[in-house]
């Protein structure tokens, strides 16, 4: 339900740079040029600053550094039937939200979008990294009813998703480090959490996660991270607009997992994975289940599982693992 601050910033974005009359807000919205002072101090609050100008009217100066629902409501470009969208201020985890909303009913697909986290998730219970309003956490909610066979390539399809729309966004040249991690120049800058709930057989509740650094300043992390984390904004050299990122995450991904669901990612994955994989050829360690092996990366099967070549040559699977990168002899 579009409220008048989605209204006025429709209107301002559409004319952006240039200026909307306040009477001709008051107009669209039926309200007094009062009232529509009043809720452009509501989207000051919000992180927005505009010029005024009592001939011209107003345009906008700078858009909030955080998130902010009616703004990317605003800037999505398509919205899919019954899709809806939360934004919070703080949440334990969004992956906890959403899966407490899809436990409580909520019709899906929708997202959770957090500005913090108290108790972000990675990977065996790591904790994510999650004080800076300047990033993205945000967790995708869908009821897919299909067999858990079938979602076995859904992360990586994922990833690719989202390389793909960092490449167009910011011109940049991400990597995937199976199975979850979008890393810059060997740094990681993003992150993706996959949770699902099976009965009977099928996946009821299906939730995606991501993590990403947009605009962290490169001072902001803890010192365990400092040396292995990177924000979009060091990558490009300047700050990213935050919200328009969110808008442009959330329609691709959407658009992912309907692609996903259909079968029709087979299409593409394979080509998708040779621009963005980048272990194939590589020496690795990989931990999984407490013990460590090695070798070299020959790709992946078509469940998604990582073909390793030890040094006799044998090739090993592994479905799930923690990757190092080592040093080539
Ligand atoms: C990893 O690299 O191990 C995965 C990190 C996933 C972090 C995201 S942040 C949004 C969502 N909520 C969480 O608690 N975790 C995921």
Redesign the pocket.
Known sequence: MPTAEHVILRELLARDPNWVSGSALAAKLDVSRVAVWQHMEKLRAAGFAFEAQRSRGYRIASRPAAIYAPLIETLLKSRPRNFSLVVLDEID????EAARQLAAGRPAPFAILARR?TR????FG?A?H?ASTTNL???FAFRPRVEPGRMQTFTLWMGLNICELLTNFAAVTPGIKWP??ILFSGRKAG???TEARVDADQIRDLVF???LNVNSPVDGWPSDLARHAIALSDVTGSPLDINRLAAALIGRVLLAYQTFADGEHLKTFADLWHRYDLLRGKPIGLLEGGRRHHGTVSGLDDEGALLLRDEHGKVHRFRAGEVTLEKST
């Open positions: 985890s969004t992956n906890d986290q972000g998730r990675g990977r790591r994510w999650s956490y945000a967790s979850n991690d992150g993706m959490l996660g991501l993590g």
